[in-house]
């Protein structure tokens, strides 16, 4: 049973940075895709960023050049540094792992942004 447990979310200021980590226990079975959606209160889960076993990056356009995605395969790791936050950065963030069996989410990290 593969298992996430996020990490690095918190309170703070417009243009701070935050790192978040997504460490996951269990089988991983390859291809597979790791990355990061957030959740608004309100609003709809939205994809943030995802980078794929083979490399491929997605990023949704409200982030591209301030937050990266990065994985270390070796710890099945995932890791999302969020540069320049903005308060509509404020939201729950939850890592996902899709394999080729299954799709899992982490418990969620919230993140706060302040103006």
């Known amino acids: 049973q593969v298992q996430l447990v996020e990490s690095g979310g918190g309170l703070v200021q417009a243009g701070g940075s935050l790192r978040l980590s997504c460490a996951a226990s269990?089988?991983?079975?390859?291809?597979?895709?790791m990355g990061w959606y957030r959740q608004a209160q309100g609003k709809q889960r939205e994809l943030v960023a995802t980078k794929s076993s083979s490399g491929i990056t997605k990023y949704a356009d409200s982030v591209k050049g301030r937050f990266t995605v990065s994985r270390d395969n070796a710890k099945n790791t995932a890791y999302l540094q969020m540069n320049s936050l903005k308060p509509e950065d404020t939201a729950v963030y939850y890592c996902?792992?899709?394999?080729?069996?299954?799709?899992?989410w982490g418990q969620g990290t919230q993140v706060t942004v302040s103006s």
């Open positions: 269990g089988t991983i079975f390859s291809p597979n895709n």
């Open positions: 996902r792992i899709l394999d080729i069996r299954n799709t899992y």
